[in-house]
């Protein structure tokens, strides 16, 4: 038989940690096993786990330090929860990722897993992300003073880490359950705002308010399988990349949060849109994700990511376009589905990026992106 397995993630400070307290000071009809990807030193209350069915047996408690689950230490993840679900006594397994996990990459060490697996005796039931609700409205909605202001804040943020707020959008976009945690750091109109820009983030995960991680463990633990596609494709991102929702045009608008697509054959030049990105990039702008190309480099996927001050951009991979003819003919008929928006000379190049944001210029935005893009010409291709 089957057993259980609860992730939760979030980013450093969300307050995770005293969920899973929470968690196992409340449980009373699950004997838990609980594994721990701390980057330092184990924070979980000592006392609890002593009064919590997870101290029956020593080995009932893991740590995996020097490393994170979703990358680096994915392999040792994945052999220790096979072995804790072999222990008769364990009914379930409760995880806490570290901050800096990837949610993504977590749930996707259990579909591989179970690909090679046949016989595996564990599968993900719940990948729960705990949320910092007073952050989420410091940082992403409360408007900054003036232009300088902001670009001020975004050159302090890269010097801590450049990655830290798409990390916590990251967590907030695959998930199946939120836990917007520090409520009461917010009023009611307040709270609202932040809920409905996670709505926008997250559309179809359920969303439970806590304060000070007091959570009710039944809506935590149950046995129903992750639906990792479903997950994958339920953030606006992903759905507007996927084509399964466009832009939101003519809907009405909480708290005037809206998003659209930007869609443009032509490449960007590059040293235009950095130079939008510095001096002209909206500040009201919450987040934006897509895939972008430049005109001086035919051959690369470029991950354009922005979160509140913070933006990146990423070479993540090749353009299908670009690779030999015979491997290029191999991925066609491997995945059809790219033909449907195949360009006869560029191939699969296109910029297509996704905007949320409160109060945004649309009209403006599309001007300023499109001031950046240069013609192409069958030759220079």
């Not at 928006?341 to 296109?350: A, C, F, N, P, V």
Request: charged residues 30%.
């Amino acid at each position: 038989m089957q057993k259980p397995v609860t992730i939760i993630t979030g980013y450093l400070g969300s307050g995770k940690t005293t969920v899973m307290n929470e968690l196992l000071m409340s449980h009373t009809n699950k004997n838990l096993a609980v594994i721990v990807n701390d980057m330092g030193s184990i924070n979980l209350d000592a006392d609890i786990l002593k009064k919590s069915s997870v101290a029956h047996m020593e080995e009932q408690m893991i740590e995996l330090h020097n490393g994170c689950i979703c990358c680096t230490l994915r392999e040792e993840f994945m052999e220790q929860i096979e072995q804790l679900s072999n222990t008769k006594e364990i009914e379930a397994i409760l995880v806490e990722a570290s901050g800096i996990s990837n949610p993504a990459s977590l749930a996707e060490s259990f579909l591989l897993y179970g690909d090679i697996n046949k016989n595996s005796s564990v599968y993900l039931n719940s990948l729960v992300t705990v949320v910092d609700a007073d952050r989420i409205y410091t940082e992403f909605l409360v408007e900054m003073e003036d232009l300088q202001e902001a670009r001020e804040c975004m050159e302090t943020d890269a010097e801590e880490d450049p990655d830290i707020i798409n990390l916590v959008m990251d967590q907030i976009e695959f998930c199946n359950l939120i836990i917007l945690n520090k409520c009461d750091l917010l009023n009611s109109e307040e709270l609202d705002q932040v809920k409905t820009v996670i709505r926008r983030l997250q559309p179809e995960a359920d969303i439970i308010e806590t304060v000070r991680g007091k959570v009710d463990a039944d809506l935590i633990f149950h046995e129903k399988r992750f639906d990792y596609e479903k997950v994958n494709n339920s953030s606006a991102i992903q759905k507007a990349l996927l084509r399964e929702s466009k832009a939101d045009e003519g809907e009405q608008k909480e708290y005037g949060i809206s998003s659209f697509v930007y869609e443009q054959r032509n490449p960007f030049d590059y040293n235009a849109f950095i130079k939008f990105l510095e001096l002209y990039y909206p500040t009201d702008i919450i987040r934006a994700k897509g895939y972008i190309w430049f005109s001086d480099d035919n051959m690369h996927v470029q991950l354009f990511e922005q979160a509140g001050r913070n933006s990146s951009i990423t070479e993540v991979s090749n353009w299908i376009a670009a690779f030999p003819p015979e491997e290029q003919k191999e991925v066609l008929q491997e995945y059809p589905e790219v033909l449907t928006e195949w360009d006869d000379i560029l191939g699969d190049r296109m910029n297509q990026i996704v905007f949320i944001g409160k109060e945004i210029n649309e009209e403006k935005i599309r001007e300023q992106l499109d001031g950046c893009t240069v013609s192409y010409t069958p030759l220079e291709v």
